[in-house]
């Protein structure tokens, strides 16, 4: 497959970076210049990976230039969870958040 106006997508392998390459169509259809469909695409490849516990924050972060608060708002913006606890976590953490919050209240 070649670069530029392709008809499916395709992956590249450049050196030590990995190249995709869209459809012309799919840049217009997203009504975003090529910056920021470059940066959306990003976001959602590395959403993806820190999701299934492909990378970790912190690579996360680096690869996109940011400390790892920018990394988490970024990807919450984009609808990822950010925070992924187990369900016996989530019941601890949801259990002492009530307990500090009764002994909060009768203060």
Aim: charged share 20%; hydrophobic share 35%; glycine share 6%.
């Amino acid at each position: 497959m070649t670069h530029g106006d392709c008809s499916h997508a395709s992956v590249h392998r450049t050196g030590n970076s990995v190249a995709v390459t869209f459809p012309q169509a799919l840049l217009v259809a997203s009504r975003e210049d090529l910056e920021q469909f470059r940066r959306l695409v990003l976001l959602s490849t590395l959403g993806s990976l820190y999701q299934q516990g492909k990378i970790s924050s912190g690579f996360g972060a680096q690869l996109l230039n940011c400390d790892r608060w920018e990394f988490y708002r970024l990807l919450s913006e984009q609808g990822f969870s950010v925070i992924d606890y187990a369900e016996d976590e989530m019941s601890y953490e949801t259990e002492t958040s009530r307990v500090l919050a009764s002994q909060h209240a009768q203060k």
